[in-house]
C-alpha cells in the first residue's frame, strides 16, 4: 500500500521569499510518479511539478521545484520568491506503476495550506 | 494541456432526491476515470474507480449503492448520489488521464449541497 504524509497544516511566508512544503512517501514499488498540486479556495486542481521514480534530476517548473531524495523517501516542493498568489493549499501526490497503466490511482496528502503575506 | 469537465459546477438539492454529475474528458479518451470527494480544508479522498465498459471499483467504506458510478464511453463517466442526505453535501472532483500520459487532468469540481 502506498502513503503519503505531508506534516505542515499551514504554512506562513512572507512575499517573496522562498518556502519548502514537506512530503514524504512510503511505497514497496519500484516504479512510481510524485506529484503536487495547488488546490486555490476556487476548488480547482492545478499541476505544478512531476518526479518520476527513475529520474536523477530534480524536478523544475519555473518557480517550482521539487527536492527529491530518494533514500530518505521525500518529495519536498519549493517555491521561490512567494506572491500572494500562491496562497493555496497545496497537496502531494503518489501514482505507484509505470505511466500509461491503469496505476492510475494517485495517493494524496493531507495537503499543507500556505498563507502569503505582504 | 487535456480538459476534463464536469457538470454541475454548483447543485443545490432536497434531501431524498438523487443527484448526478458528469466528468468529460474534452480532447482524450480515457478507459479510467477516478471519483473523489473533499471536505473543506481537507485533501481529497478517492470513492472510487470508474471503469469504461465494466463496473466500478469502490473504495473501502463507500456505499456503492449509495455513489452509482456509470462509465458509458471513453469520454464520459457519471456519478449519481441516490436518496441524497445532508451529509451528503461535498466538494465532488472527477480526475482522467490519457493512457500515454504520466499527468492526471482533474475536472474543475461540483459543490453538492442538500438542505
Known amino acids: 500500500a502506498q502513503k503519503i504524509t505531508q506534516t505542515q497544516p499551514g504554512m506562513f511566508v512572507q512575499e517573496k521569499e522562498a518556502v519548502t512544503l514537506d512530503c514524504t512517501y512510503d511505497t514497496s514499488d519500484q516504479s512510481y510518479g510524485l506529484f503536487w498540486y495547488k488546490q486555490p479556495s476556487s476548488g480547482e486542481m492545478i499541476f505544478l511539478i512531476y518526479?518520476?521514480?527513475?529520474?536523477?534530476q530534480n524536478a523544475t517548473e519555473g518557480r517550482y521545484s521539487l527536492n527529491f531524495q530518494k533514500a530518505r523517501k521525500s518529495a519536498n516542493l519549493v517555491i521561490s520568491a512567494s506572491q500572494l498568489g500562491d496562497s493555496a493549499m497545496y497537496i502531494c501526490a503518489m501514482r505507484a506503476g509505470e505511466a500509461g497503466t491503469s496505476y492510475g490511482k494517485l495517493t494524496f496528502g493531507q495537503g499543507t495550506i500556505l498563507t502569503v503575506h505582504p | 494541456g487535456a480538459v476534463v469537465s464536469q457538470h454541475p459546477s454548483r447543485v443545490i438539492c432536497k434531501s431524498g432526491t438523487s443527484v448526478k454529475i458528469e466528468c468529460r474528458s474534452l480532447?482524450?479518451?480515457?478507459?479510467?476515470m477516478f471519483w473523489y470527494r473533499q471536505f473543506p480544508k481537507q485533501s481529497l479522498m478517492l470513492m472510487a474507480t470508474s471503469n469504461e465498459g465494466s463496473k466500478a471499483t469502490y473504495e473501502q467504506g463507500v456505499e456503492k449503492d449509495k455513489f452509482l458510478i456509470n462509465h458509458a464511453s471513453l469520454t464520459l463517466s457519471t456519478l449519481t448520489v441516490t436518496s441524497a442526505h445532508p451529509e451528503d453535501s461535498s466538494f465532488y472532483i472527477c480526475?482522467?488521464?490519457?493512457?500515454?500520459?504520466?499527468?492526471?487532468?482533474f475536472g474543475p469540481g461540483t459543490r453538492l449541497t442538500v438542505t
Open positions: 518526479q518520476g521514480s527513475y529520474d536523477e
Open positions: 480532447d482524450f479518451q480515457a478507459t479510467t
Open positions: 480526475s482522467a488521464f490519457p493512457t500515454t500520459s504520466y499527468e492526471q487532468y
